[in-house]
């Protein structure tokens, strides 16, 4: 059985890296012309490092199979790498700890 899923987990280990270099990365001018923002003033703006290097300190930890922690803006940009990446739609709510309430998405 264990080697039968052998194919999935690798693709599942090869795609959480492609997300997490997709988002640590600079982007492409395509990227910014879809998103209407560049990839690092969308984790500034989300308060994770612009510069990739620091990006990637804060993102390491979702390259790991069964990383699923939520990190708030790490998990949210994580969440919208993934959905990017297999080019599905997402959205992703926030809760508030200060109120222990969801905000608007």
Do not use: N
């Not at 982007?27 to 490092?49: C, I, N």
Request: glycine share 6%.
């Amino acid at each position: 059985q264990a080697d039968a899923l052998a194919p999935a987990g690798k693709r599942i280990r090869d795609e959480r890296r492609q997300v997490v270099d997709r988002i640590v990365s600079c982007g492409t001018d395509a990227d910014e012309e879809r998103l209407g923002t560049s990839l690092p003033q969308m984790r500034r703006h989300l308060g994770l490092p612009a510069d990739p290097a620091q990006a990637e300190a804060a993102l390491a930890a979702f390259r790991a199979s069964g990383y699923w922690t939520s990190t708030g803006a790490a998990f949210t940009l994580f969440l919208w790498g993934l959905a990017d990446l297999v080019d599905r739609p997402v959205v992703v709510l926030h809760r508030d700890t200060a109120t222990e309430s969801v905000v608007d998405p």
